[in-house]
């Protein structure tokens, strides 16, 4: 249970109603990946709250933006914030050394601004065009799929010289840590029965292995901004493979 609270510490802004000073290694702290898609169900939870209460308004518009900020709010813009540092750097068009100054800038960039802008408009086009019956299921699980999805950035190397947060959780394969994660993510949204969410999940892995292979290639392994970022591309795929299935069955 430590561990589950220190890991929801980490991922949300949560309040909760009481202080831990606990102080935790790296290794162990990173066991703390196997809670991840159980956080993404709160959060997605969350956000569900959020879109039913602003239901009430009547616009699928108002309740799927306040629906998308809540999630915002919630992560303290956690992993939106890895996105944007990410296209900053990524699409610099420099060397790799350059490219890791400026995703260590805590300045959003005009790839970085940019990528935020689409990442909550691609959500709340996609909520608001799925309605209010089916874009509940986009809401809660989109999260869940992000977060499962993000164990497979970890079977990397950290691309930078020393110790930061990425560098936590990275290491040269795969293990049963990580495996559990993404086996905990089909539970949770198995328990949904959701059958439309079948694909969007498969084709999120596969997106998470490819966009890990880019970093690799660019910058020659991961980093913290490059993982958040990973988890933001995962809930993307995610909503916008489910609504494309939606329309087509």
Same mark, same amino acid.
């Given at each position: 249970m430590? /561990?589950?609270?220190?890991? /929801?510490r980490f991922l949300t802004r $949560?309040? /909760?109603?009481?202080?831990?000073d606990t102080i935790l290694s790296n290794e162990e702290f990173s066991k703390g990946i196997i809670y991840y898609p159980l956080i993404g169900l709160i959060v997605g939870l969350i956000n569900f709250v959020v879109f039913k209460i602003f239901s009430l308004t009547g616009s699928v518009f108002v309740s799927s933006t306040l629906a998308v900020l809540s999630g915002v709010i919630v992560t303290g813009g956690f992993h939106i914030d890895g996105l944007a540092d990410t296209c900053d750097g990524l699409y610099s068009s420099r060397n790799k050394e350059r490219i890791l100054d400026i995703m260590r800038d805590s300045r959003v960039g005009t790839n970085g601004a940019i990528a935020i802008l689409f990442d909550i408009l691609i959500k709340i086009g996609v909520i608001s065009s799925l309605g209010f019956d089916k874009g509940i299921f986009a809401i809660i !699980?989109?999260?869940?799929?992000?977060?499962?999805?993000?164990p497979l950035l970890f079977n990397s190397r950290y691309a930078?010289? +020393?110790q930061g947060l990425g560098n936590i959780y990275l290491r040269e394969k795969y293990d049963i840590r990580s495996i559990l994660t993404v086996l905990s993510?089909?539970?949770i949204i198995g328990v949904f029965i959701n059958v439309y969410a $079948?694909?969007? &999940?498969? &084709?999120? !892995?596969?997106?998470? &292995? !490819?966009?890990?292979?880019?970093c690799e290639k660019i910058i020659g392994g991961?980093?913290?901004?490059? /993982? +958040?970022?990973?988890?933001?591309?995962?809930e993307l795929i995610f909503m916008i493979v489910y609504i494309m299935e939606v329309n087509l069955l």
């Open positions: 430590q /561990l589950f609270i220190m890991t /929801l $949560i309040p /909760l109603p009481f202080k831990d !699980l989109s999260p869940v799929a992000g977060k499962m999805a993000t930078r010289t +020393g993510g089909v539970i $079948i694909i969007p &999940v498969f &084709v999120c !892995l596969i997106s998470a &292995v !490819l966009f890990r292979k880019h991961m980093t913290g901004d490059t /993982l +958040g970022a990973g988890s933001e591309i995962g």
